[in-house]
C-alpha cells in the first residue's frame, strides 16, 4: 500500500513515488508533490551520518562552480543591489566563494555550521556578530540539502529580503535517480528536488517573485527584475562584459582583508594561525 506525506512547499498530498537505496544501506522513499512537482524524501533521519563530511568526494564541480558564478553574481549585484553591502553567503562551504567575491571587492561573509572555513577565516558571521542586515543572500547548491525547505528560507529572509540562489531543476515530471544523476543517493544530501513551479510556489509563500534562467540559477526577490537581464547575466562572456562596463568602481579587498587577519594572528598567534 502506497503511503503519502504533506508536501513541504504547497502543503498538498504527496504520493510515494519510488525507494531508493540511500549512503548504500538504508531504503528510503521519495514522494512526489502532482501540486507542484516538488520531490521530497522521508523524514531524513540518516542527516548526521550523511554530514560526518560535509563535502563529499562527489562534488568535484566545488572549484568550477565558484569559477563559472562569481561574475554572474557581480553583474546581478552592479544591477539591482547596493554593491557597498554586507552580502551573505549561507551555506558558503570552504569559504571559497566569499574569498572571491572580497577579492573584487564585494563584502561578503560566510555562514555555514557544517563545514570548515578555510578560505574566509575573520570573514565569518561568528567574527561579525554584529553584521544583521545584508543587502543579499546567496546559497549555492544549498536548497537541495534543506529538509524544511520553508523553514530555512524564512531563516535567510531574517538576514536579507532577497535569495539568489542555484539548485537544478527538475529537467522531467517523472524523473528517478536512474535518469537524473542530481538526487545522489550515495551521499544522503540531496533531500529535496525542485520543480520550476514549486519554486515559484515557495517565493510567493513569502510574497516575493522568483527570476529563474530555469536551469540552476534562480533569485527571490521583492525587488522588480528585468528577466531579460537576469538570463543574460548567466552568459559568462556577457557578464564579464556588464562588470567591465560598469561605474562602480569595486576595489579589491584582498589587502585590507590580510591586515585584519594578520593583526588577528599577531594578537592571538596560536588560536588564529591554525
Request: contains cysteine; charged residues 20%; aromatic residues 16%.
Amino acid at each position: 500500500m502506497r503511503t503519502s506525506m504533506t508536501c513541504h512547499i504547497c502543503n498538498t498530498p504527496s504520493n510515494e513515488s519510488f525507494q531508493v537505496k540511500v549512503l548504500f544501506k538504508y531504503d528510503v522513499t521519495y514522494y512526489r508533490c502532482h501540486t507542484c512537482g516538488f520531490i521530497q524524501t522521508e523524514t531524513p533521519y540518516w542527516l548526521p551520518e550523511a554530514y560526518e563530511s560535509a563535502i563529499t568526494s562527489l562534488d568535484i564541480g566545488l572549484v568550477s562552480r565558484n569559477l563559472r558564478w562569481a561574475p554572474t553574481v557581480e553583474a546581478i549585484i552592479r544591477k539591482w543591489f547596493v554593491p557597498k553591502g554586507p552580502f551573505l553567503d549561507y551555506g558558503g562551504g570552504y569559504g571559497l566563494f566569499v574569498r572571491m567575491m572580497r577579492d573584487r571587492g564585494f563584502p561578503f561573509i560566510r555562514l555555514d555550521q557544517y563545514c570548515d572555513n578555510l578560505f574566509a577565516r575573520q570573514f565569518d558571521v561568528s567574527d561579525l556578530p554584529d553584521v544583521k542586515n545584508y543587502e543579499l543572500v546567496t546559497a549555492f547548491e544549498v536548497f537541495e540539502h534543506l529538509a524544511d525547505p520553508v523553514a530555512t528560507v524564512d531563516q535567510m529572509l531574517q538576514s536579507g529580503r532577497s535569495i539568489l540562489f542555484t539548485t537544478k531543476v527538475l529537467p522531467d515530471p517523472n524523473v528517478t535517480p536512474e535518469t537524473w544523476w542530481y538526487f545522489i543517493p550515495e551521499t544522503g544530501q540531496h533531500v529535496a528536488l525542485y520543480s520550476l513551479e514549486s519554486l515559484h510556489r515557495l517565493a510567493k509563500r513569502f510574497g516575493l517573485q522568483l527570476y529563474s534562467d530555469q536551469r540552476d540559477l534562480h533569485l527571490m526577490t521583492a525587488k522588480p527584475i528585468n528577466p531579460t537581464w537576469f538570463r543574460w547575466f548567466t552568459d559568462l562572456r556577457k557578464a564579464n562584459l556588464y562588470n567591465y562596463f560598469h561605474s562602480y568602481p569595486a576595489q579589491s579587498l584582498l589587502d585590507d582583508d590580510f591586515q585584519k587577519v594578520y593583526n588577528s594572528v599577531r594578537n592571538q598567534p596560536l588560536k588564529n594561525l591554525i
